[in-house]
C-alpha cells in the first residue's frame, strides 16, 4: 500500500515563504513523474508545479519565477519551495505521484495540507 505524508503547510504573511514536503512509503516501483497540486475553495483542482524523474519541471504561470519544485529520488519524496507568497496562493495543497507497472499505470495522491497566505 502506497503512503504519501505531506507537510509544511501554514498560515503566513504576503511576501512570505513556506516549504512544502511530501514523503512516499509504500510498493512504488517505476515512478516517474511528482507534482503539487492546489485547490482553492469553489475553483478546480490545478496544477502547481510538476518534476520528472529526469529532473524537468514544469509551472503554472501564476507562480513561475516564486516556485521551486525539486525531488530526492532516495528519499522519494518531492518538495515545494514557494515564496513571494499571495493571498491568492491560498488553498489546500495536494501532492501527487505518477508511474507505471507491468500491470498498468499508477496515481497516488496524498490527503492535503492547507496554506494560507494572509494580506
Known amino acids: 500500500q502506497v503512503q504519501l505524508v505531506e507537510s509544511g503547510g501554514g498560515l503566513v504573511q504576503a511576501g512570505g515563504s513556506l516549504r512544502l514536503s511530501c514523503a512516499a512509503s509504500g510498493s512504488i516501483f517505476n515512478l516517474n513523474a511528482m507534482g503539487w497540486y492546489r485547490q482553492a475553495p469553489g475553483k478546480q483542482r490545478e496544477l502547481v508545479a510538476g518534476i520528472t524523474s529526469g529532473g524537468s519541471t514544469n509551472y503554472a504561470e501564476s507562480v513561475k519565477g516564486r516556485f521551486t519544485i525539486s525531488r530526492d529520488n532516495a528519499k522519494i519524496t518531492v518538495y515545494l519551495q514557494m515564496n513571494s507568497l499571495k493571498p491568492e496562493d491560498t488553498a489546500v495543497y495536494y501532492c501527487?505521484?505518477?508511474?507505471?507497472?507491468?500491470?498498468?499505470?499508477?496515481?497516488?495522491w496524498g490527503q492535503g495540507t492547507q496554506v494560507t497566505v494572509s494580506s
Open positions: 501527487n505521484i505518477r508511474g507505471a507497472t507491468m500491470w498498468g499505470p499508477y496515481d497516488y
